[in-house]
Nanobody, 122 residues
Framework: QVQLVESGGGLVQAGGSLRLSCAAS????????MGWFRQAPGKEREFVAA????????YYADSVKGRFTISRDNAKNTVYLQMNSLKPQDTAVYYC???????????????WGQGTQVTVPS
């Protein structure tokens, strides 16, 4: 079992930055690929970014490429999402998730956090 707790969400003006954190329980954190997903009001949850267990490989949705950076600290059992140049369309609840497979497919993620709200007013 892996428990995930996100933090760092909030309200930020367009063009600003936020860093989300996701703390994981358990001793096998480095064996899991980690992903960030988001769900905007009235929309389906969508993939944002993924990072392999070692941290050497990352993958991004086109909508955030060049603005968001996913990283992890396996010694701290934590994954991060640095979000820069935020836009109103980035407004959503952001979720971190853990998977045994490095993938962007939501169905392959076994463990999910409760989510953290990010709001970028227009």
């Amino acid at each position: 079992q892996v428990q995930l707790v996100e933090s760092g969400g909030g309200l930020v003006q367009a063009g600003g930055s936020l860093r989300l954190s996701c703390a994981a329980s358990g001793r096998t954190f480095s064996s899991y690929a980690m992903g960030w997903f988001r769900q905007a009001p009235g929309k389906e949850r969508e993939f944002v970014a993924a990072i392999s267990g070692s941290g050497l490989s990352t993958y991004y949705a086109d909508s955030v490429k060049g603005r968001f950076t996913i990283s992890r600290d396996n010694a701290k059992n934590t994954v991060y999402l640095q979000m820069n140049s935020l836009k109103p369309q980035d407004t959503a609840v952001y979720y971190c998730a853990a998977s045994r497979t490095y993938t962007f497919a939501q169905a392959r993620y076994d463990y999910w956090g409760q989510g953290t709200q990010v709001t970028v007013p227009s």
